[in-house]
């Protein structure tokens, strides 16, 4: 889809991240989970304050997906110790890719995802590594086609269930 276009999300886009990241969240997981634990997660984790903190961390990276002028999806990367597990000062994670069901398959995850790759590369970084929850298998796959291998787990708190995510990490130097 070549009407898609990759722009860095700054503090005033900050309702926006948040409409389309509670909202592209609560697609991708409302149907395996409780409405309990969703709404905790996405009013603890992507609430406009945590969201301003998280964008003006200088270690962390927010891009939208824009199509026809609006943000259709999402990518936040981090560094240093904004990373979310593997604390490694040579880690650079991708925490999130999230995009509208509207656009699935429509190759807007692949844009995110090579940004990510170009960005962690323009850095100087060796390894992209990321987390992805054991039951969420197209992830998997799409990681898994992209060159990623599993390496480890780690616990993700979805509001008071405890998930397991495969940590996996890709060489790219």
Do not use: C
């Not at 900050?14 to 309990?36: G, H, I, M, S």
């Not at 609006?70 to 490694?88: C, E, H, R």
């Not at 799409?142 to 291998?149: I, L, P, S």
């Not at 787990?153 to 790219?172: A, E, N, P, R």
């Amino acid at each position: 889809m070549s009407e898609i276009s990759i722009r860095t999300v700054n503090a005033t886009d900050v309702l926006a991240l948040q409409t389309l990241a509670r909202k592209t969240f609560y697609d991708a997981f409302a149907e395996q989970n409780t409405e309990e634990d969703m709404q905790e997660y996405l009013e603890v984790n992507l609430s406009e304050e945590k969201l301003t903190s998280e964008l003006n961390n200088p270690a962390s990276f927010f891009f939208f997906a824009i199509y026809h002028e609006l943000p259709v999806g999402y990518l936040k990367v981090n560094t240093g110790n904004a990373q979310s597990d593997f604390k490694d000062s040579n880690g650079f994670e991708i925490e999130r890719i999230y995009v509208e069901k509207a656009f699935h398959g429509k190759k807007v995850s692949d844009a995110l995802f090579q940004k990510a790759i170009s960005l962690a590369s323009d850095l100087n970084y060796k390894e992209v590594w990321l987390g992805v929850w054991e039951e969420n298998k197209k992830a998997i796959r799409f990681y898994e086609k992209n060159g990623f291998v599993p390496f480890d787990t780690h616990i993700f708190m979805l509001g008071t269930d405890q998930q397991t995510d495969i940590l996996m990490k890709k060489i790219i130097a």
